[in-house]
């Protein structure tokens, strides 16, 4: 069974920097689409980046691009989110999610393995 496991969340304040990581066990990350999400309260859960390593590509949500990276390392098995210029609106449990389908997917239910989240909270 394929397991992602998130850590690295935290409080920080405005305009800081948190890379976040995710774990995988059970199989390599590689073939599958590995991706972050995040939920604020009261809110749905919303993509934030993916990753296609395999492919060498990477793709994102519209509100953090150009200020979070996605990146793997398959020999730690795991995906990374490093998160720069955060703001309060970055405020958010953030979860690690594969998917099985190759695709440069955005959609939360093409994710079948998903992570306990991790929670980032951002002061002003």
């Known amino acids: 069974q394929v397991q992602p496991v998130e850590s690295g969340g935290g409080l920080v304040q405005a305009g800081g920097s948190l890379r976040l990581s995710c774990a995988v066990s059970?199989?390599?990350?590689?073939?599958?689409?590995a991706g972050w999400f995040r939920q604020a309260p009261g809110k749905e859960r919303v993509f934030v980046a993916g990753i296609m390593w395999s492919a060498g590509k990477t793709y994102y949500g519209g509100s953090v691009e150009g200020r979070f990276t996605i990146s793997g390392d398959v020999a730690k098995n795991t995906v990374y989110l490093q998160m720069n210029s955060l703001k309060p609106e970055d405020t958010a449990v953030y979860y690690c999610a594969l998917a099985r389908i190759y695709i440069m997917t955005k959609n939360v239910a093409d994710f079948d393995f998903w992570g306990q989240g991790t929670q980032v909270t951002v002061s002003s």
């Open positions: 059970g199989q390599t990350f590689a073939g599958y689409v």
